[in-house]
C-alpha cells in the first residue's frame, strides 16, 4: 500500500500564490505516483486549483479543509460534503486549528464524518493531545490520553466498519503543530498502537482498515524516520506543503520508499 502525504495549504496563499504553487507543484509531483499525494487548498480556491491541475494523475487528489454536516440550508459561510462531492476526495475533519477557532465538538466531528462518507467523501479525522502526555519521566497524563481516545472513539461512533476503509486518522499532538518541535517517530508509532488496541476492544471487527497519519512540524528533514514506521501510513504536511521544493522533497522522499 502507498504512503499518503496530505499537503494541508491553511490560509497560507493568496489566490496569486496558490495559482504559482499549482503550477509549480504539478510539474514536481507528477512523476511521483508511488506515493498518494492529497492537495488541500484554502476553500476559495479549492475550484481554480483543481480545474488548473486537472490531473488525470490518479496519484494526485484534492481534499476540502473544512466541510458542514448538513447539505443545504441557512448556513454561513460553511460549505457541504453534498456541494464538494464531486470536487474533493476527501475532507479534512477536526484539525485542532477547527476545533479551537470554531468550537469543532467531538459530537460535531462526528456528524460531519458521517456526513462525508454518505456523499463518498473520505474523512481525514484529525485528532491530538493539547500538551505532551509523556513528562520527561515518561509518565502519561491519563487525563490528557483519556480526551484523545475520546476524540478518536466519538469520531467514529455510528460509523458502519466496511467504511473503515475509507477514513484517515491524522495524529496531531497540538504541541507539534507549526513548531518545529515534532514527536519522535517511536512516540508516534507507540500511541497509534495503543489507540488501535483501544479501538479494537470496542469494535472488535475492522479497526486494521484505518489508516493512520501523523502531522506536526513535518518537513524533509524527518519525513523518512516517519514513514518508516509500520504503523504510520503516511504524514499530514502544514507549513512545508506550500514551499514547493520541500514539499516535492517529501513527496519523492515518499515515494521511493
Ligand atoms: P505543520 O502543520 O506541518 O505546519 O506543523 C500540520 C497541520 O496542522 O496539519
Redesign the pocket.
Known amino acids: 500500500m502507498h504512503k499518503v502525504i496530505i499537503g494541508?495549504w491553511?490560509m497560507y496563499p493568496t489566490y496569486s500564490d496558490a495559482m504559482v504553487l499549482t503550477s509549480t507543484l504539478k510539474t514536481k509531483l507528477e512523476k511521483h505516483h508511488k506515493v498518494e499525494i492529497v492537495i488541500a487548498p484554502p476553500t476559495a480556491w479549492l475550484i481554480p486549483v483543481v480545474d488548473s491541475w486537472k490531473s488525470e494523475h490518479k496519484h494526485i487528489s484534492f481534499a476540502a479543509q473544512s466541510i458542514w454536516p448538513e447539505d443545504q440550508g441557512a448556513y454561513t459561510g460553511d460549505v457541504s460534503a453534498y456541494m464538494l462531492k464531486d470536487i474533493v476526495k476527501y475532507a479534512l475533519i477536526g484539525?485542532?486549528?477547527q476545533r479551537k477557532n470554531h468550537h469543532e465538538t467531538n459530537e460535531l466531528v462526528n456528524r460531519k464524518v458521517i456526513s462525508a462518507l454518505k456523499w463518498r467523501i473520505k474523512p481525514v479525522v484529525?485528532i491530538g493531545e493539547t500538551k505532551r502526555v509523556f513528562n520527561e519521566h515518561n509518565v502519561r497524563d491519563a487525563s490528557e490520553w483519556k480526551k484523545l481516545f475520546q476524540q478518536l472513539e466519538m469520531a467514529l461512533t455510528n460509523v458502519d466498519r466496511h467504511h473503515f476503509d475509507d477514513i484517515i486518522i491524522?495524529y496531531?499532538p497540538v504541541w507539534?503543530?507549526?513548531?518545529q518541535n515534532p514527536a519522535t517517530p517511536a512516540y508516534v508509532s507507540k500511541v497509534i498502537n495503543e489507540l488501535t488496541t483501544e479501538l479494537k476492544e470496542i469494535f472488535k471487527t475492522g479497526v486494521k482498515d484505518l489508516k493512520f497519519l501523523y502531522?506536526?512540524?513535518?518537513g524533509p528533514e524527518n519525513v523518512a524516520a516517519f514513514l518508516k514506521e509500520d504503523n504510520i501510513d503516511g504524514l499530514?504536511?502544514?507549513?512545508?506543503?506550500v514551499k514547493a521544493n520541500d514539499f516535492e522533497t517529501i513527496c519523492r522522499l515518499a515515494s521511493s520508499l
Open positions: 494541508n491553511k484539525h485542532s486549528e484529525c491524522a496531531e507539534a503543530i507549526g513548531t502531522g506536526g512540524s513535518v499530514l504536511v502544514g507549513g512545508y506543503s
